[in-house]
């Protein structure tokens, strides 16, 4: 297992540690240019070569039951943990530190900001016209929102289809790629887009013509498609060798690099533990969770590892583009990542050992 998990590491290790070294050299505007990138080219390439040459087994089409019923009971478990993560801070416990003392940084709200928790249907405490706590904890809708977002969403694409197909035999990778393409076309440009136009500060609900579009224009989406019509075709060997070595050789170590670049904007530890909780439940208690759905199904050891190594992957880095196009918290997204980054080098080996 060492010659694996070293195969599998080395990349992820060499080329986020490039970026991490390389921050401070680089033009600012670097990450934001690599991650459209990736978005509009890199991945989409990704998806149509594995899609091609990929081998589809008749069970594969329940991984994507699998992404949708793991996104619904994820967001279950992260919105019952941060309903109590509310009620602690809120004083309503002895044991709470902050009980005697809650934080009472206001300022004001404007009528644009005001949000309504989905799930309860009642206002949240940052009504408009009221003041209410800056960056000092649960009632920030904005926060919320971006705890939903990291505790729920994946990033499949970049760093799942980087690492989990080492881990996995040729004919499961099918698994992987249905699991990343519904991942990011029902989670994060689905439920993802949804939660940030509920939750985030200066955006209020769009029409859902524009959510429909938006997942209808995923390039990832027609990648996957045109990768599958494409199959019986064969592409001229310079055409496929190119496919192949620009998949491994710089849209991987691109991705990588990027998560790189995005870990050095993190400040101390202030940052990082109120990601903890969120950073819990995406790398650990949704894999166990989709580990049980798979044995339930009947899936044998191979599909379910593939499963929930791609149900245990990092927050999602469109998470941070989610956050700058709706205002939600920034911060908590990106020590979320850092934080789940960190963690996947202790998991991968835990979900190899008990397949």
Known sequence: MSDTLLHAYGPLIFWTGLGLLSCSLLPDSLPRVLGRGLYWVGVPIQIFTLARQTDFSSQVGLAPLVVMLALVGGLGVAWGTLQGLRWLELGRSPWNPLAANPPKIMTSVSSSSASVDPLTSTPALDEPGLARPVDSGWEDSARRGSFLISAVLGNTGFVGLAIAPSLISEPYLGWLVFYSVTQNVVGTYGLGVWLASIYGRSHGGKAWWVHLRDVLTVPSLWAFGLGMLTRAI??????????????????????????????????????????????????????????????????????????????????????????????????????????????????????LLLR
């Open 234 to 351: 064969a592409l001229p060997d310079r055409v496929d060798t190119g496919l192949r070595g620009a998949l491994w050789w710089v849209i991987i170590p691109a991705a990588l690099l990027l998560m790189g670049l995005r870990l050095r904007q993190i400040h101390g530890w202030r940052s990082l533990k109120g990601a903890i909780a969120p950073a819990l439940l995406k790398v650990m208690v949704l894999p166990v969770g989709v580990a049980g759905l798979a044995t339930l199904l009947g899936l044998s050891a191979e599909p379910r590892l593939a499963l929930v190594l791609m149900s245990g992957m990092p927050t999602a880095f469109a998470g941070l583009i989610l956050a700058e196009e709706y205002d939600l918290d920034r911060e908590l997204i990106a020590s979320s990542i850092v934080l789940t980054t960190a963690t996947l080098l202790f998991t991968i080996p835990v979900w």
